[in-house]
């Protein structure tokens, strides 16, 4: 299993920045998929997923109406826009398998994650 995010950068606040994850070594398109983020001196954060199918998306209420997550199949890609970011929304930004409640158990396929900083 390989799982490659990229796209993180500084951003002021009320921005926007886009996400990629790009994955390889498993079904992509028969899996739940989400983003996990990790702050300085905290732990991980599940933030949001979709469904295998996108048909279905759940967001943690720190990030609705604020990001989008879609992903692209035929690609085996995730993204995951944000419009809008905070200065809480720093943190490193992790792709995962899984959903809110079973993403803790792929935590050994993540990649490096992507670095995204919100500052003025």
């Known amino acids: 299993v390989q799982v490659v995010e990229s796209g993180g950068d500084w951003v002021q606040p009320g921005g926007s920045l886009r996400l990629s994850c790009s994955t390889s070594?498993?079904?992509?398109?028969?899996?739940?998929m989400g983003w996990v983020r990790q702050a300085p001196g905290k732990g991980p954060e599940w933030i949001v997923s979709?469904?295998?199918?996108?048909?279905?998306?759940n967001y943690a209420d720190s990030v609705k109406g604020r990001f989008t997550i879609s992903r692209d199949n035929a690609k085996d890609s995730l993204y995951l826009q944000m419009d809008g970011p905070e200065p809480t929304d720093t943190a490193q930004y992790y792709c995962?398998?899984?959903?809110?409640?079973?993403?803790?158990?792929?935590?050994?396929?993540w990649g490096q994650g992507t670095q995204v900083t919100v500052s003025s």
């Open positions: 979709i469904w295998s199918d996108a048909s279905r998306t």
């Open positions: 995962t398998r899984g959903g809110p409640r079973s993403w803790y158990k792929y935590t050994a396929e």
């Open positions: 070594g498993f079904a992509f398109n028969e899996n739940e």
